[in-house]
Nanobody
Framework: QVQLVESGGGLVQAGGSLRLSCASSGRTFITYAMGWFRQDPGKEREFVAA????????YYADSVKGRFTISRDNAKNTGYLQMNNLKPEDTAVYYC?????????????????WGQGTQVTVSS
């Protein structure tokens, strides 16, 4: 069983930066792909970024490409999402997720474990 806990959300002005962290309690985290999704009230959950088990491959939604960077430190069982040049439309609850077997990186139903989410609010 893997438990994920996000942190690092908050309120920031447009153009600012935040770094989200996703800490895992399970030692098997190193073998899992990890993804970040976000959801605004009244909208569907949206793919943001994903990274494979060893950090060698990353994927990004077009809306965040060039502004967000996903990474992981398997020695610390922790994943990260560095968010730069934030925009008001980035406002959402951000969730990290882990995937036991390599499946579609951008599909939320292909992930097995989820964190509780952290709120990111970007003011204009």
């Amino acid at each position: 069983q893997v438990q994920l806990v996000e942190s690092g959300g908050g309120l920031v002005q447009a153009g600012g930066s935040l770094r989200l962290s996703c800490a895992s309690s399970g030692r098997t985290f190193i073998t899992y792909a990890m993804g970040w999704f976000r959801q605004d009230p009244g909208k569907e959950r949206e793919f943001v970024a994903a990274i494979n088990w060893n950090g060698g491959t990353t994927y990004y939604a077009d809306s965040v490409k060039g502004r967000f960077t996903i990474s992981r430190d398997n020695a610390k069982n922790t994943g990260y999402l560095q968010m730069n040049n934030l925009k008001p439309e980035d406002t959402a609850v951000y969730y990290c997720a882990a995937q036991r077997y390599s499946r579609r990186f951008n599909v939320d139903t292909d992930y097995d474990y989820w964190g509780q989410g952290t709120q990111v609010t970007v003011s204009s």
